[in-house]
């Protein structure tokens, strides 16, 4: 079975910085989906960025972009330019092809220092 | 506005009285699934649906019942709440079930079983 495992429970930074959070799975598949969900105190899921395994080019939006290493199973997500209103918990997530779920990570929580 | 909708968003209960947590999309999406969130566990898999009159259950399927008998609809029972029950709930929907379909997530819902 596919794990998501986000090592870093907490995380902060200065506002108008950059700040990498971290994330690595484990499946055997070579075909897969991997997303970045930002939680806000409104505890709505929000869909962040989204990388399929079959592209080599890193997935970017905005002020957000990851760093896919498909070799090392890492997956982290960069915010540049950090803003208030990034504090949030991030979690990290897997799907594969057909399957019928999401595979989340432990969640990461960032704050933003003004 | 294309959206999963729950309810309640906030319940305290007591062990044993039964509930249901509804949930209905507007979207004509084919698939929907229930998680639960729960501290340093990320989010998980109680039950999911592909169509109507299909489901099938997640990882942590025991003390939750759940029926899809229209497209839009995808109640959560649990017929004897426990406090471990506690937790907070995510009804989610996407067009398919290919990994490629985004979830949409509603807001959430609060559970306290005492």
């Known amino acids: 079975a596919q794990t998501v495992t986000q090592s870093q429970p907490e995380m902060s930074v200065q506002e108008a910085e950059t700040v990498t959070l971290s994330c690595t799975y484990d499946?055997?598949?070579?075909?897969?989906?991997l997303f970045w969900y930002k939680q806000p105190p409104s505890r709505q899921m929000i869909l962040v960025i989204r990388?399929?395994?079959?592209?080599?080019q890193n997935a970017t939006e905005n002020r957000f972009s990851v760093n896919f290493q498909k070799a090392a199973k890492s997956f982290s997500l960069k915010i540049s330019d950090s803003q208030l209103g990034d504090a949030a918990m991030y979690f990290c997530a897997y799907r594969s092809p057909a399957a019928q779920k999401l595979v989340f990570g432990q969640g990461t929580r960032l704050t933003i220092n003004p | 506005e294309a959206q999963v909708t729950q309810n309640p968003r906030y319940l305290i209960t007591v062990t044993g009285k039964k509930l249901t947590v509804t949930c209905s999309q507007n979207?004509?999406?084919?698939?929907m699934s229930w998680y639960r969130q729960d501290p340093g566990l990320g989010l998980r898999q109680i039950y999911y649906s592909m169509n109507v009159e299909v489901t099938d259950k997640g990882d942590v399927p025991e003390g939750y019942k759940v029926s899809r008998k229209e497209k839009r609809n995808f109640p959560l029972i649990l017929e004897s709440p426990s406090p471990n029950q506690t937790s907070l709930y995510f009804c989610?929907?996407?067009?398919?079930?290919?990994?490629?379909?985004?979830?949409?997530f509603g807001a959430g819902s609060r559970l306290t079983v005492l």
């Open positions: 989610a929907s996407s067009p398919g079930v290919s990994g490629a379909n985004v979830l949409t």
């Open positions: 499946t055997s598949e070579s075909d897969y989906y």
């Open positions: 990388q399929e395994a079959y592209k080599q």
């Open positions: 979207m004509n999406h084919e698939y």
